[in-house]
């Protein structure tokens, strides 16, 4: 578990700012917290270029997979609101 969630952490370095602070935020307030199930669903999402993760996160446009967008509405946008990063 550990490897993947290295490889997770990895991951979250992105070329964004905002997104990069966000997501390195989340992967060491919250890892730990997810099951696989949702550790998988955050790897999908993780996937997504910077751009489409940031006109979802901050100006609500779709990105097409409800599953995911569910994650992020969870997750993610509750990081953003609160200014953690």
């Known amino acids: ?10 991951k979250c370095r992105r070329g964004m700012r905002e997104i990069d602070l966000l997501l ?3 992967s060491r307030n ?8 949702d550790l998988l669903t955050f790897d999908e999402v993780l996937n997504y270029d910077d751009q489409t ?11 097409g997979n409800e599953s995911h967008e569910a994650f992020i509405n969870k997750h993610l946008k509750k ?5 953690n990063f």
């Open 1 to 10: 578990m550990t490897v993947e969630i290295n490889r997770l952490q990895w």
């Open 24 to 26: 390195r935020e989340f």
């Open 30 to 37: 919250s890892f730990k917290k997810l099951g696989s199930e």
């Open 53 to 63: 993760l940031f006109d979802f996160i901050f100006k609500n446009q779709s990105i």
């Open 79 to 83: 990081f953003s609101k609160q200014g």
